[in-house]
């Protein structure tokens, strides 16, 4: 998947405790377009609006669109297993 875009600031850091990983989320600038799958790293992709989200999304992911669209900035939000709706840490 490649998409030229303008990075206009961090939204926040998200670490999953459960496995070592942090995702560092961006805001960005960017053509909103059809979404090209290379299928060798991504095997599905769409657009959807905020309020339309898919159910399978994970809680972390869910929050990090929540986040994203109430406009609130994160320093880091710490999720402890794989539902944990994640805690915000000042």
């Not at 560092?24 to 799958?37: A, H, L, R, T």
């Not at 060798?40 to 959807?48: F, G, K, N, Q």
């Not at 986040?67 to 710490?78: C, E, K, N, P, V």
């Amino acid at each position: 998947m490649s998409v030229e875009i303008e990075i206009l600031g961090v939204l926040g850091t998200y670490r999953r405790e459960y496995d070592r990983n942090i995702n560092v989320v961006f805001q960005i600038d960017g053509p909103i377009g059809q979404i090209e799958i290379d299928g060798s790293e991504v095997l599905d992709a769409a657009l959807c609006s905020g309020g339309d989200l898919p159910d399978a999304i994970s809680p972390r992911t869910r929050r990090i669109v929540q986040d994203a669209l109430a406009g609130r900035r994160s320093r880091l939000t710490l999720f402890s297993t794989p539902v944990d709706s994640g805690v915000e840490i000042e």
